[in-house]
């Protein structure tokens, strides 16, 4: 384990029920950073989506790899940045595909890596798992701003 819950609390300003990282197994500054969320039939998203079929919504899988990109960027800059007076902005998504459904029992493992980081801007390539099967993936981009 390299961050549990309450270290990426201190990181992110997301709480439940919208942080979507629960651990990060893996992190090299700059270049990937590997997490994960159990995905649990008693969240509340799925009274809703959907009740007699549960799936874990495509959008919530893309913004949970944002939050590990944004782990990433702020663990990254923590030498050179004071990260307490930041927060990182999600800028857009390219080429969102999603690949397999997503259920309650699964561990979604999130792998992020950076393809661009210029000034406070990053790019990434990311990708979500189940097991080994690809699920969902994504060219995202976020900007490092002052609170």
């Known amino acids: 384990m390299l961050l549990d ?7 992110l300003p997301h709480r439940y029920p919208f942080l979507l990282v629960d651990r990060v197994v893996k992190l090299e500054k700059n270049q990937n950073i590997e ?3 159990n995905i649990s039939i008693s969240e509340a998203i799925f009274q809703g989506h959907f009740p007699d079929h549960p799936i874990y919504p ?14 990433l960027a702020f663990k990254s800059l923590e030498d050179t940045v004071d990260i307490q007076t930041k927060v990182v902005y999600f800028m857009s998504i390219d080429n969102a595909k999603f690949r397999a ?6 561990q979604l493992i999130y792998k992020i890596s950076v393809l661009k980081s210029r000034g406070s801007v990053w790019q990434f390539d990311a990708k979500a798992y189940v097991e080994d ?15």
């Open 58 to 71: 495509g959008v919530m899988i893309i913004e949970g790899m944002a939050q590990a990109g944004g782990i």
């Open 5 to 11: 819950i309450t270290d990426i609390t201190k990181l």
């Open 35 to 37: 997490a994960y969320k």
């Open 101 to 106: 459904p997503v259920t309650p029992g699964d």
């Open 133 to 147: 099967k690809l699920v969902a993936q994504a060219e995202l981009k976020a900007m490092l701003t002052d609170k």
